[in-house]
């Protein structure tokens, strides 16, 4: 079984300054990684993805994130927070194989919200 | 352009009436499913199907059906609603495979009801 925890359900930044949303994992497997940005009112949109390549990936708008075994984690982090940052985030682990319905198990996200 | 597309995007219904959300893909993808959204808990996984006439059941099953009689379309059924399905309802489609895992989501369906 897999599971995913995102600390802090909501994170303030002032913008220009960094943005970390944590994320660790648990699974039986080395796993499958993402990280998926919610607009208001639009569904989920891939931010980044780490499948056992390199453990530093780089997504969309700036962002990237460090997978760490020792760790288990998985953490997402911005130099310079924008207004338009402003959003909700999910975590989300996959078992790379055998596991039944390309199912994505979600942590409960993190609304990140970014002052003037 | 690439897309999945649903219907109705807003709800709002009684205890009882059935209703059914559409969800269409035009990526000729052969995975689906349906996830419910609320408050602190993320996304749970409903059901999904993995080709045409194949589907089977996510986390959080109960009160719902689906049916996969096409590859395109992927319709979520409530056959009698109640409160506790008050949600926000997405549905995702992706490649089969090892090496995949991307879900490309819907824009969202609001439910409630009453």
């Known amino acids: 079984a897999q599971s995913v925890t995102q600390l802090g359900s909501h994170v303030s930044v002032s913008e220009g300054a960094l943005v970390l949303l944590r994320c660790n994992y648990s699974s039986s497997v080395p796993p499958y990684l993402f990280w998926y940005v919610q607009y208001p009112n639009q569904g989920l949109q891939l931010l980044l993805k780490y499948t056992s390549a390199a453990t530093l990936v780089k997504g969309i708008n700036g962002f990237e994130a460090e997978f760490k075994k020792s760790e288990t984690s998985f953490h997402l982090t911005k130099p310079s927070a924008h207004m338009s940052d402003a959003a909700e985030y999910f975590c989300a682990v996959r078992a790379p194989f055998g596991n039944a319905g390309n199912m994505l198990t979600f942590g409960g996200g993190t609304r990140l919200m970014v002052k003037p | 352009e690439a897309q999945v597309t649903q219907n109705p995007r807003y709800l709002i219904t009684v205890t009882g009436k059935k209703l059914t959300v559409t969800c269409s893909q035009n990526?000729?993808?052969?995975?689906m499913s349906w996830y419910r959204q609320d408050p602190g808990l993320g996304l749970r996984q409903i059901y999904y199907s993995m080709n045409v006439e194949v589907t089977d059941k996510g986390d959080v099953p109960e009160g719902y059906k689906v049916s996969r009689k096409e590859k395109r379309n992927f319709p979520l059924i409530l056959e009698s609603p109640s409160p506790n399905q008050t949600s926000l309802y997405f549905c995702?489609?992706?490649?089969?495979?090892?090496?995949?895992?991307?879900?490309?989501f819907g824009e969202g369906s609001r439910l409630t009801v009453l």
């Open positions: 995702a489609s992706s490649y089969t495979g090892r090496n995949t895992g991307e879900l490309f």
């Open positions: 990526m000729n993808h052969e995975y």
